[in-house]
């Protein structure tokens, strides 16, 4: 679809008018260059002066970078003024060092046929025979959303947004194919030149495309050239044995990003057992198809969002929906034909956009293998309203076996590409597509995905429970404990993975010692660091992950030694949400930290409570303390001397350092742990807890 006939009318920062042919637009687009860095000053926006600002992720020289780009107004253009680097390690660029950095990211000067795509690519002999029935998947639908007894239509409207309180980012789901199963071994490569394969026609008619009007795709003519080498073909299996043919994007190494429905359908019996990726996959006039580097099928993980898992196998869904349509696919051994890999930009309001994948059918050319691409603008209901929903919507024609395929921004200033988001669904016409936004909703798992390596899959998983400020040993005076908490009556254990605090990197993964039921035990992170499934190089600081088999909650500890404080550092994703039971509350045996516990009765009427007092090494109840009457919005101070008194309870006798205390008594209102630090005269709350669950 031309952007100028386009319904959007909106103009965006950084957007250019793209009149003309596509080709012109898209596939003449000379090689990306620098920006203008003449008003390059990050002293000239340290203090939030910039116009606008960019979010960007992206794999380079095989390390994930992801960094902000402030720009400012000079005569009404946007000139770059600083770059601040975030990973792998914080720092704001100066400008030379700004200059090195984006001559890498855009790999300025490289040869497109030498450093971008090997002289010898990785041509490859398949490792199995290709599946000859292979169908190409469907363009997904919009569905109506349910009409109200009024006339009305439903809650959420093709222009509506979703209710703000269920937009919680995405969860994540995955099939680590390494320990469920066999997989396809991976290729050989061999520098033979091109891999030359003669088309196969599908065995079964699929459906024709609606498109009306002027059909203005056209064929990119040398996918060996960057960006379209990061474009790729690709065939996924399924349980029920049927093989469909989507699009996919390199984003790095061992990465592709495509729709979640091309990697998960119910219906066809869940993941999916295999996939096989042919980066810059085309066609010849003649209908022979050319894999210039081979295929790439040694599978390592399929991963989709938890969310989607659940919906997966329809035909149709609400547009709010489709936020859910992601999914990467992740490979033992690393793509080696090229150097540069599709950058992500998070929140891009750029248009026009082009959409560039493998659709099955395009006028004139059935079935079609090669790399076809479409520019047009954003359209106005996407504009208006689905940016809420984190989904786009663009003027660009498509049909079966687009599903997946990247839409691309151009930035007019300096001819880079840049990966914005994916196609799901096709309007009724097919002449208007969208898919997810890669936006901050959904940056955490995007950032996630683009950054796994094989190592990280080593060093454990990094889903779970996400905590971040875990001092590392090489710490001299302060030292972190890890506490957890089994609320439930079976015993288990904890797994936590330690990742380094700059880069987001994996290192290993430490798995805990038997926890009782209502038991808590508390480690050095030197403990962990010793122990772990791995040896690794120490950080300094440490974010981890944490994953129990047993509801609880954890806390992050840290100990000071110069002036012998303790503070509850316990930041995390999911904060804990009973607030009627507390851990590893000081006994009187800890003379110099005694515990206050704070009953507080927000209800209107007052309330009778009986605490149940634990062993926090072995979980055993050891006593109960009647509180007895809490007037309505009133609070009653408990010194750790009182319970143990009311309670009978001698800790000497049972060896108990540690209570954890929970209320046998529903009521409306909340504990509190206060600790007072005796020798630095202060006293600290250690409340604050996490969520932690299977």
């Known amino acids: 679809m031309n952007p100028c006939l386009s319904r959007a009318a909106a103009t965006f920062f950084l957007v250019s008018a793209v009149c003309g042919s596509f080709g012109a637009a898209a596939q003449s687009t000379p090689a990306p260059h620098l920006p203008d860095l003449s008003l390059y000053d990050c002293a000239s926006v340290s203090a939030g002066t910039a116009a606008s600002t960019r979010h960007i992720g992206q794999v380079i020289k095989g390390r994930y970078s992801e960094w902000n780009e402030f720009y400012v107004l000079s005569n009404g253009e946007p000139r770059l003024a600083c770059v601040g680097l975030m990973r792998p390690s914080p720092k704001q660029l100066n400008r030379t060092e700004a200059a090195a950095f984006l001559t890498d990211a855009f790999a300025v000067g490289a040869s497109s046929t030498l450093n971008r795509a090997q002289a010898a690519p990785e041509a490859a002999v398949p490792a199995d025979p290709e599946p000859q029935n292979v169908q190409p998947e ?204 599709m950058p992500v930009i998070y929140s891009s309001t750029g248009s ?104 990280v899959a080593a060093a454990g998983s990094v889903s779970g429970l996400r905590v971040a400020s875990i001092f590392g040993s090489t710490q001299a005076n302060l030292v972190s404990y890890l506490r957890f908490y089994n609320a439930g009556n079976n015993t288990g254990t904890v797994d936590v993975t330690l990742a380094d605090y700059t880069t987001g990197n994996a290192l290993a993964t430490w798995t805990s010692p038997s926890l009782p039921g209502h038991s808590s035990k508390q480690f050095s992170i030197a403990e962990v660091e010793n122990n772990a499934n791995t040896t690794f190089n120490k950080s300094l600081v440490y974010s981890i992950s944490v994953r129990p088999t047993f509801s609880g909650s954890f806390q992050n500890i840290l100990w000071r030694k110069v002036d012998a404080t303790i503070t509850n550092l316990s930041t995390c994703d999911v904060p804990a949400t009973d607030q009627t039971a507390l851990m590893n509350v000081h006994t009187s045996l800890l003379a110099g930290y005694p515990s206050v516990v704070v009953i507080h009765n927000t209800s209107t ?33 408990l010194t750790i001397q009182t319970i143990e008194a009311g309670a009978g309870i001698t800790p000497a006798a049972s060896g108990a350092y540690h209570y954890n205390i929970k209320s046998d008594t529903a009521f409306t209102g909340y504990l509190q742990h206060l600790l007072n630090n005796q020798a630095a005269g202060m006293t600290t709350d250690m409340t604050e807890a996490c969520a932690m669950s299977p």
């Open 138 to 341: 469907p363009l997904k639908r919009l569905r109506k959303p349910p009409v109200s007894g009024d006339g009305s239509t439903g809650a959420e409207k093709k222009s509506g947004t979703p209710d703000p309180s269920s937009d919680q980012p995405p969860v994540p789901a995955t099939k680590d194919f390494g320990t469920e199963g066999a997989v396809v071994a991976p290729s050989k490569e061999r520098a033979t030149g091109l891999a030359v394969q003669p088309a196969i026609a599908p065995a079964s008619k699929y459906e024709m495309p609606a498109t009306v009007g002027v059909e203005d795709r056209e064929q990119i003519p040398n996918a060996q050239t960057y960006p379209w080498n990061t474009m790729a073909y690709l065939e996924v299996t399924y349980p029920a044995g049927n093989t469909f043919r989507c699009s996919a994007t390199l984003v790095s190494p061992y990465v592709v990003l495509t729709a979640g429905h091309c990697v998960h359908n119910k219906t066809r019996g869940g993941y999916i057992t295999s996939a096989r990726v042919y980066p810059g996959q085309n066609q010849t006039s003649d209908g022979v198809r050319i894999r210039p580097y081979g295929v790439k099928s040694d599978l390592q993980q399929a991963q989709t969002t938890q969310e989607w898992t659940q919906i997966s196998g329809e035909d149709s869904y609400l547009v709010a929906q489709y936020r859910y349509d992601l999914a990467a696919i992740e490979f033992k051994t690393p793509f080696t034909h090229t150097s540069t890999f």
């Open 352 to 455: 026009p956009i082009t959409n560039a994948g493998y659709p099955a059918e395009v006028a004139g050319h059935d079935p079609s293998y090669g790399l076809w691409a479409d520019t047009g603008g954003e359209t106005s209901d996407s504009f208006s309203s689905l940016r809420f929903s984190h989904v786009r919507e663009f003027a660009v024609d498509a049909s079966a076996g687009d599903s997946g395929s990247a839409f691309l921004y151009a930035d007019p200033a300096t001819g880079q590409r840049y990966l914005v988001g994916s196609l799901s669904y096709g309007e009724d016409l097919d002449d208007e597509t969208g898919g997810p936004w890669y936006d901050s909703w959904n940056q955490a798992l995007i950032s996630g995905w683009v950054s796994w390596t094989p190592s």
């Open 605 to 637: 009427n007052s309330v009778s409570l009986t605490l149940g007092i634990y062993h926090q090494q072995t979980g055993q109840r050891l006593g109960t303390y009647p509180t007895g009457q809490i007037p309505a919005n009133g609070q009653q101070l």
